[in-house]
């Protein structure tokens, strides 16, 4: 039976026996949860549960991963998840192990957290969750909940059930929302907790894990619950593409994308987050769940042209970064010297999957450019970059400077030192990050997005 769409707020009151530890003070019944797969959404689940009180084992088949964790060496950098994870383990509540052959038949509640990547016909690849479910299948005790975190297609708790293939065994959708560079706050305080389900005693014990986070909770059917992580990608992405084609309007009619975007954003109707104008979204999100989410409407006889539009659009706004720049070295960017500041896809995060500033970069080299760039955390290897340890070596000899990340720091650069090192006049910001009065003072010429 299908379970009711049911949304609610639940404000850390439960009927439930309490003991252990609670990081807010309102009791928990702590449950033993295994995380599986411990990349940037398992490890944030991971340690989130733990602060919640649970007792929480992270699996990986990485042993370079789990090793650093099990020395207290977090292998990605993400704002808090390091204290939060040490002191956890400190407490006896985080553990870490390679591999699932040990499992704990203690625990409760299993949590995919594997990588969905996208597979040669833009559907998301179900390799590695398959491969996750048929490890653990046989292991996990009667009346377990494996609870799929992975972004996964439409159909994919019945295809997790079917390899489980166990009568004694729940499946439960519960996709994640969280935002790289943002993780540990959105865990703490999520907008909201997505489940779904067939079995809404599963759902409501899923449910259970959160309550000490007072945060809206919708209990809906599987189908739904995954559509939702989808949608919202989907959406988001479209936002962004549309505020970056009302940038290039705004270049067009000399109008100041930062002035309409605040105009807009501030109806409730349409908010101000997500209407940035940027160089094209990426990460390892928006582009393969775009992709996704475009076959799993085909696969339902609908062709959603306007996401393909957006999609369109974003490799468009690449294009428009790598004019600028070409248009900035006087037409030809053969031999050209390009010092970018910013790699990883966003601020925050040293994520570099599919991030926009190795999307131009490609472009950069494939016109016969040297790019040398500078990131404060995040390092790319074999993509042709010359990487820099000092933001100032991008600046060294460069014909124009572009910024990629909206890393916080760019904003107070020495542009007169930098100046000083260019051989070129000019630097794109694609972030809006430098203001123009420090860049005019310096001798140089901004070419922003939408300006
Ligand atoms: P990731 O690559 O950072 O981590 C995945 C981990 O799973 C890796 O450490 C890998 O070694 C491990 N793994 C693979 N197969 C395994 C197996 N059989 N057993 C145990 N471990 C295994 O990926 P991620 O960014 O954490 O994404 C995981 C899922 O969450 C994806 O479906 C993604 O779309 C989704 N998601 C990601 C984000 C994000 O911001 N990164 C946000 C929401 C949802």
């Not at 475009?294 to 468009?316: M, P, V, W």
């Not at 600028?324 to 790699?343: C, E, F, N, P, T």
């Not at 972030?431 to 939408?450: D, F, I, N, P």
């Given at each position: 039976?299908?379970?009711?769409?049911?949304?609610?707020?639940?404000?850390?009151?439960?009927?439930?026996?309490?003991?252990?530890?609670?990081?807010?003070?309102?009791?928990?019944?702590?449950?033993?949860?295994?995380?599986?797969?411990?990349?940037?959404?398992?490890?944030?689940?991971?340690?989130?549960?733990?602060?919640?009180?649970?007792?929480?084992?992270?699996?990986?088949?990485?042993?370079?991963k789990?090793?650093?964790?099990?020395?207290?060496?977090?292998?990605?950098?993400?704002?808090?998840?390091?204290?939060?994870?040490?002191?956890?383990?400190?407490a006896?509540?985080?553990?870490?192990?390679?591999g699932?052959?040990?499992?704990?038949?203690?625990?409760?509640?299993?949590?995919?957290?594997?990588?969905?990547?996208?597979?040669?016909?833009?559907?998301?690849?179900?390799?590695?969750?398959?491969?996750?479910?048929?490890?653990?299948?046989?292991?996990?005790?009667?009346?377990?909940?494996?609870?799929?975190?992975?972004?996964?297609?439409v159909?994919?708790?019945?295809?997790?059930?079917?390899?489980i293939?166990?009568?004694?065994?729940?499946?439960v959708?519960n996709?994640?929302?969280?935002?790289?560079?943002?993780?540990?706050?959105?865990?703490?305080?999520?907008?909201?907790?997505?489940?779904?389900?067939?079995?809404?005693?599963?759902?409501?014990?899923?449910?259970?894990?959160?309550?000490?986070?007072?945060?809206?909770?919708?209990?809906?059917?599987?189908?739904?619950?995954?559509?939702?992580?989808?949608?919202?990608?989907?959406?988001?992405?479209?936002?962004?593409?549309?505020?970056?084609?009302?940038?290039?309007?705004?270049?067009?009619?000399?109008?100041?994308?930062?002035?309409?975007?605040?105009?807009?954003?501030?109806?409730?109707?349409?908010?101000?987050?997500?209407?940035?104008?940027?160089?094209?979204?990426?990460?390892?999100?928006?582009?393969?769940?775009?992709?996704?989410m475009?076959?799993?409407?085909?696969?339902?006889?609908?062709?959603?042209?306007?996401?393909?539009?957006?999609?369109?659009?974003?490799?468009?706004q690449?294009?428009?970064?790598v004019?600028?720049?070409?248009?900035?070295?006087?037409?030809?960017?053969?031999?050209?010297?390009?010092?970018?500041?910013?790699?990883?896809?966003?601020?925050?995060t040293?994520?570099?999957?599919?991030?926009?500033?190795?999307?131009?970069?490609?472009?950069?080299l494939?016109?016969?450019?040297?790019?040398?760039?500078?990131?404060?955390?995040?390092?790319?290897?074999?993509?042709?970059?010359?990487?820099?340890?000092?933001?100032?070596?991008?600046?060294?000899?460069?014909?124009?400077?572009?910024?990629?990340?909206?890393?916080?720091?760019?904003?107070?650069?020495?542009?007169?030192?930098?100046?000083?090192?260019m051989?070129?006049?000019?630097?794109?910001?694609?972030?809006?990050?430098?203001?123009?009065?420090?860049?005019?003072?310096?001798?140089?010429?901004?070419?922003?997005?939408?300006?």
């Open positions: 039976m299908l379970a009711a769409c049911n949304f609610r707020k639940i404000r850390g009151q439960n009927d439930l026996d309490a003991h252990e530890y609670s990081s807010t003070g309102v009791s928990v019944t702590a449950a033993n949860i295994t995380i599986i797969g411990t990349g940037y959404v398992g490890l944030v689940t991971g340690a989130g549960f733990a602060e919640l009180g649970h007792n929480v084992t992270c699996v990986d088949i990485d042993q370079r789990i090793d650093l964790l099990q020395k207290g060496e977090i292998p990605i950098f993400e704002d808090g998840l390091a204290e939060l994870v040490v002191r956890n383990m400190r006896g509540r985080l553990q870490f192990q390679v699932q052959d040990d499992l704990s038949l203690a625990n409760q509640y299993f949590y995919l957290c594997v990588p969905t990547p996208q597979g040669p016909d833009g559907a998301a690849d179900l390799r590695y969750l398959e491969e996750a479910v048929l490890s653990i299948g046989p292991l996990v005790p009667t009346d377990a909940i494996i609870v799929n975190k992975s972004t996964v297609p159909g994919s708790t019945v295809f997790v059930e079917q390899h293939n166990r009568r004694d065994v729940h499946v959708s996709p994640e929302f969280l935002r790289e560079g943002s993780a540990v706050q959105d865990f703490m305080h999520p907008d909201r907790i997505v489940i779904g389900g067939d079995d809404q005693a599963a759902c409501v014990r899923v449910e259970s894990l959160y309550l000490e986070l007072g945060a809206n909770i919708l209990i809906t059917d599987a189908a739904s619950a995954e559509l939702i992580k989808y949608a919202s990608n989907a959406f988001l992405a479209t936002k962004l593409s549309f505020i970056n084609a009302i940038a290039a309007v705004c270049e067009g009619v000399g109008a100041d994308v930062d002035k309409v975007r605040l105009g807009m954003g501030y109806d409730s109707r349409i908010g101000l987050d997500f209407l940035h104008p940027g160089p094209g979204w990426g990460g390892s999100c928006f582009p393969k769940d775009t992709q996704a475009l076959r799993i409407a085909e696969d339902a006889g609908y062709d959603f042209e306007l996401l393909r539009s957006a999609i369109t659009s974003n490799n468009d690449f294009e428009r970064v004019n600028k720049l070409r248009h900035a070295v006087g037409g030809d960017l053969q031999g050209a010297r390009i010092g970018m500041l910013g790699l990883s896809f966003k601020a925050g040293d994520d570099t999957r599919m991030s926009p500033a190795l999307a131009v970069a490609k472009r950069l494939n016109e016969g450019a040297t790019v040398v760039a500078y990131d404060p955390v995040a390092v790319v290897l074999a993509e042709g970059i010359e990487q820099v340890m000092d933001p100032y070596a991008v600046f060294d000899n460069a014909d124009v400077g572009i910024v990629m990340t909206e890393w916080p720091e760019f904003k107070w650069l020495d542009l007169h030192k930098a100046a000083a090192l051989r070129g006049h000019a630097i794109v910001d694609t972030r809006g990050v430098l203001e123009l009065g420090g860049v005019a003072q310096a001798g140089l010429s901004l070419v922003a997005v939408g300006r």
